[in-house]
Nanobody
């Protein structure tokens, strides 16, 4: 059974940085895209960043220039480096792996940006 485990969330002041990690355990290989989503209270879940197996990246306009997604295929792990954080970045962040027709989601990690 495949499980995604996220880490790295927490409380940070505006302008600060955090690095999220999401690692897959279980029998999983040939992962296509690895994505980060977020959901703020009262809002819909939105795509933050995505990276393909070939390394092509895509970002939401709200995070371009501040966030960077990367992946380590050997470790089945995706990272999200978040810099210059703003209060509006506060949300639960979820990773998602796509392989074939299957999507696998992490349990979410809270990121709170506040002074």
């Amino acid at each position: 059974q495949v499980q995604l485990v996220e880490s790295g969330g927490g409380l940070v002041q505006p302008g600060g940085s955090l690095r999220l990690s999401c690692a897959a355990s279980g029998n999983i290989f040939n992962i296509n895209t690895m994505d980060w989503y977020r959901q703020a209270p009262g809002k819909e879940r939105e795509l933050v960043a995505a990276i393909t197996s070939g390394g092509t990246t895509n970002y939401a306009d709200a995070v371009k220039g501040r966030f960077a997604i990367s992946r380590d295929n050997a470790k089945n792990t995706v990272y999200l480096q978040m810099n210059s954080l703003k209060p509006e970045d506060t949300a639960v962040y979820y990773c998602k792996f796509q392989r074939g027709r299957n999507d696998y989601w992490g349990q979410g990690t809270q990121v709170t940006v506040s002074s």
